[in-house]
């Protein structure tokens, strides 16, 4: 970076650089928005072109494949992009999602394609939608359905820096997107090894090192764990609901409010280490999710969840079935006393008397210990790349801050070396 002093000028959206100018997205290229084939001709829709929707954007800058394909005759009467474009989202609560068309493709109508001018940097223009989505987001309004239409997103300011600054910045900023792509390629990686880590170990398949020779027992829950009502008399405030993504999450976090009753004696009162399971199915978790308590000593529930805890957590361990039930080894189970009709209101209708009827096979408490030390590693290693990720981003966001603003400069080099 090159912190020579930088003669500054006023503007629209404040300071900047002397060389440096303000300009609508519709100076970059011209805007179009996508469009969708009709969904009532199947033969609209194959596996040879891609498709995008907001789903497909936010994850990577270059859009290399898309859930939905379009078939030859959905891509012919389509409007299709070049490779290059740079989209972005403008109708739901996912506008600010951006991307960048690796090869000719279309969009839905949710989509607007900038299709850029040769004297602009694509990337440089990316980044910048990028930096100012949150800012971009708030045009929209807060109607149920927030819509920034084409003219306004055609007419958004966006700081310009000169072309050989804008490639420069882009290339910077690249670099930080292949370090944070090559993270997330490893967390992938290390999360399938763990999969099948679970898969094999807390079903026997694979055997701990010293455990080889030894048994296991068929038994039922209700052998090992006592259902848990105890009454919130104590009027802890502490109220979460359990996702299956996030496990035990506060209500103020999970629905930016509270949907409790403001009288919550009658909640359950949770303990730290016991089990609730949510028999709400979601995606990854169709017969529902049984969690555990860690982040907290106490925590407040809804009456509608199934809580438990260990008999004797001498004898068994609560970290090997914590990872047990995260595995979704109850499923099977789960589908022979879930009552067929009963996901009213979204909920499996499983009884407690049911549910700790279940049957499930385990291994001896030393090796449930010993499965349990060597799953809990997969998973610390799995945290500490995700922590790597987190910190990647907060330095290209900070990155992005400095640079696309022209409070940092950049050592403008050939062209053909950057």
Known sequence: ???????????????????????????????????????????????????????????????????????????????????????????GSTIGKAGVASIELTSNQQIN?????????????????????????LLAGEQAVPILNKSQFESVKIICPPFPEQKAIAHILGLMDTAINKNNSLIAKKELQKKWLMKNLLTGKKRVKGFEKEGWE?????????????????????????????????QTDFFNKSIASEIVDNYFLVEKGEFCYNKSY??????GATKRLKDFDKAVVTTLYICFGLKNSQKNSGDFFEQYFEANLLDKGLTKIAHEGGRAHGLLNVTPSDFFSLKITIPTPDEQTAIAKVLKAADKEIQLLKAKTEKLREQKKGLMQVLLTGRKRLKIVRENQI
């Open 1 to 91: 970076m090159n912190n020579n002093k930088t003669t500054y000028k006023d503007s629209p959206l404040g300071k900047i650089p002397y060389d440096w100018k303000v300009v609508r997205i519709s100076d970059y290229g011209k805007v179009y928005t996508g469009n969708t084939p009709p969904t009532n001709d199947l033969e609209n829709y194959g596996v040879e072109f891609l498709f995008v929707s907001p789903s497909d954007l936010g994850s990577d800058k270059y859009i290399l494949n898309t859930e939905k394909k379009l078939s030859k005759k959905g891509f012919s009467v389509s409007r299709k992009f070049p490779p290059g474009s740079v989209l972005f989202t403008c109708i």
């Open 113 to 137: 394609a900038i299709v850029v001018d040769g004297k602009y940097s694509n990337e440089f223009l990316y980044y910048a939608l990028e930096n100012n989505a949150d800012k971009i987001r």
């Open 218 to 250: 068929e038994t039922s829950l209700g052998n090992l764990f006592e259902r848990v009502t105890r009454k919130n008399i104590e009027q802890n405030s502490n109220v979460v609901t359990i996702s299956a993504q996030r496990g035990f999450v506060r």
């Open 282 to 287: 979601s995606n990854g978790y169709p017969w």
